[in-house]
């Protein structure tokens, strides 16, 4: 009989769950806002929705080969729960003992950039390669590594934290995470608009207010988004242009230390920044990441598994890597 697994992406807003068979094909697909009332809640929620993923198609929870949790760090995988994550507002989290409890199967947690390049690996971009590196910029910036074929872990599960990588030694902007010039306080969905409300205070104040940004957000630079800025990019808007193309220039500082420190053969990109913007993320990469790198560049593309990746490599983390997850 075909192996079956259940996989969950739990990020800063939604619970995703899918059923999967092991060719990586999804039997089915469940999506809700992650309900923040406990942290039992949250047990209660995966809980449910993989016995529904597994009703809906007739499935006993017991079939399956285990449940694979992928989610936003920092976690300790050896205890299988969160430890002060970012966007769950519990300082501890356990996840895999309650959940393997109420489900009788294994259940595996692993960061969710980490069970990105598995996914990648087994269902994506990087079958067969052995060095490879998955970047996400969205909300935050993340990465998974796996080198010479091995999957980069660490000693709790959070390893490839790219995005508190230095970009910028003056650290003009600090990051959520207290410290100052990394990578992810310039070029996250959620900073982005820290930068540039930082780079239009410095800039002629009769240009800004003429600006087609300025327009988009009514003169309330405080409720600017990242999207306002790629839309004003795309219309045109110079000092948009301008700004965009030096967000580019520190992407491609984050991916050339990721091409210095891992020598992948490929690099693939995903979150919301990257695949609502392709081209205007991609594009200043390519043309300036060359400046920073020492390795020979790599091919560095977009992950094919979109915003389903990390559900992928939940799958794959059951399927293919529980060994590592023992
Ligand atoms: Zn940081």
Not at 73 to 90: C, R, Y
């Given at each position: 009989?075909e192996?079956?697994?259940?996989?969950?992406?739990?990020?800063?807003?939604?619970l995703?769950?899918?059923?999967s068979?092991?060719?990586?094909?999804?039997?089915a697909?469940s999506?809700?806002?992650?309900?923040l009332?406990?942290?039992?809640a949250?047990?209660?929620?995966?809980?449910?929705?993989?016995?529904?993923l597994?009703?809906?198609k007739e499935?006993?929870?017991?079939a399956?080969e285990?449940?694979?949790i992928?989610?936003t760090?920092?976690?300790?995988?050896?205890?299988g729960?969160?430890?002060?994550?970012?966007?769950?507002?519990?300082p501890?989290v356990?996840?895999?003992?309650?959940?393997?409890q109420?489900?009788?199967?294994p259940?595996?947690?692993?960061?969710?950039c980490?069970a990105a390049v598995?996914?990648e690996?087994?269902?994506?971009?990087?079958?067969g390669?052995d060095?490879?590196?998955?970047?996400?910029?969205?909300?935050?910036?993340?990465?998974?590594?796996?080198?010479?074929?091995h999957l980069?872990?660490?000693k709790?599960?959070?390893?490839?934290?790219i995005?508190?990588m230095v970009?910028?030694p003056?650290?003009?902007?600090?990051?959520?995470?207290?410290?100052?010039?990394?990578w992810e306080?310039y070029?996250?969905?959620?900073n982005?608009?820290?930068?540039?409300?930082?780079?239009l205070?410095k800039m002629?104040?009769?240009?800004?207010?003429?600006?087609?940004?300025?327009?988009h957000?009514?003169g309330?630079?405080?409720?600017?988004r990242?999207?306002?800025?790629?839309?004003?990019?795309?219309a045109?808007?110079?000092?948009?242009l301008?700004?965009?193309?030096?967000?580019?220039?520190?992407?491609a500082?984050?991916?050339?230390n990721?091409?210095?420190?891992?020598?992948p053969?490929l690099?693939?990109?995903?979150g919301?920044?990257?695949?609502k913007n392709?081209?205007l993320?991609?594009?200043?990469?390519e043309?300036h990441v060359g400046?920073?790198?020492?390795n020979?560049?790599?091919?560095?593309?977009v992950t094919?598994?979109l915003?389903e990746?990390g559900?992928y490599?939940?799958?794959?983390a059951?399927l293919?890597?529980s060994?590592v997850f023992?």
């Amino acid at each position: 009989m075909e192996k079956l697994a259940a996989g969950i992406d739990l990020g800063g807003t939604n619970l995703r769950g899918v059923l999967s068979n092991e060719r990586g094909n999804f039997l089915a697909r469940s999506k809700e806002k992650i309900d923040l009332g406990s942290e039992r809640a949250i047990v209660e929620q995966i809980v449910k929705m993989i016995c529904s993923l597994c009703n809906s198609k007739e499935v006993e929870v017991s079939a399956l080969e285990g449940v694979g949790i992928a989610s936003t760090g920092p976690l300790d995988m050896h205890k299988g729960m969160l430890v002060n994550p970012t966007n769950i507002p519990f300082p501890k989290v356990p996840l895999t003992r309650p959940v393997g409890q109420e489900l009788g199967v294994p259940v595996y947690l692993l960061n969710d950039c980490t069970a990105a390049v598995i996914g990648e690996r087994e269902f994506g971009a990087g079958k067969g390669v052995d060095d490879l590196v998955y970047v996400t910029i969205g909300t935050g910036i993340g990465g998974g590594a796996i080198v010479d074929g091995h999957l980069l872990l660490g000693k709790d599960g959070n390893a490839v934290e790219i995005g508190h990588m230095v970009v910028d030694p003056s650290g003009r902007l600090k990051c959520g995470c207290g410290k100052r010039g990394h990578w992810e306080a310039y070029c996250s969905g959620k900073n982005i608009p820290n930068f540039v409300r930082m780079r239009l205070a410095k800039m002629d104040k009769r240009k800004v207010k003429k600006s087609l940004l300025f327009k988009h957000v009514k003169g309330k630079l405080a409720a600017l988004r990242s999207q306002h800025l790629f839309e004003a990019d795309r219309a045109g808007d110079e000092l948009s242009l301008k700004l965009v193309e030096e967000i580019g220039v520190f992407n491609a500082i984050g991916i050339a230390n990721v091409v210095n420190v891992y020598d992948p053969s490929l690099i693939t990109m995903g979150g919301s920044v990257v695949l609502k913007n392709r081209e205007l993320i991609m594009k200043p990469i390519e043309e300036h990441v060359g400046d920073y790198t020492r390795n020979r560049i790599p091919r560095i593309s977009v992950t094919p598994l979109l915003e389903e990746v990390g559900l992928y490599g939940a799958v794959a983390a059951v399927l293919r890597y529980s060994y590592v997850f023992k």
